[in-house]
């Protein structure tokens, strides 16, 4: 059975620093691309960034490009987002999610499992 957790959101002021885990089980997604993306109150899904199946290339939004990083440790199936110098805007759930082929792709329909998501609220 496929299962995707986040983990790590919570409350930070803005300026401050977070990082959040995707841990799958289930099945290994290490020929697949993966993803993160958010939603915030009264908005509709945001892509974030995106890595490719190696790790070697990354995609990121232009809103968090130079803030966010984007990795994946495949020997523990997990994927991972650095959050740096975080801002009020940036507030919202973050959900990772695994793509169906292995490229880096920021449309939402090429992703076939989704996790719960984890809530990150950033104080101004």
């Known amino acids: 059975q496929v299962q995707l957790v986040e983990s790590g959101g919570g409350l930070v002021q803005a300026g401050g620093s977070l990082r959040l885990s995707c841990a799958a089980s289930g099945r290994t997604f290490s020929a697949r691309g993966m993803g993160w993306f958010r939603q915030a109150p009264g908005k509709g899904r945001e892509f974030v960034a995106a890595?490719?199946?190696?790790?070697?290339?990354?995609y990121y939004a232009d809103s968090v490009k130079g803030r966010f990083t984007i990795s994946r440790d495949d020997t523990r199936n997990t994927l991972y987002l650095q959050m740096n110098s975080l801002k009020a805007e940036d507030t919202a759930v973050y959900s990772c999610?695994?793509?169906?082929?292995?490229?880096?792709?920021?449309?939402?329909?090429?992703?076939?499992?989704w996790g719960q998501g984890t809530q990150v609220t950033v104080s101004s």
């Open positions: 999610a695994v793509a169906k082929t292995g490229w880096e792709t920021s449309a939402l329909y090429e992703y076939d499992y």
């Open positions: 890595i490719n199946w190696s790790g070697a290339i990354a």
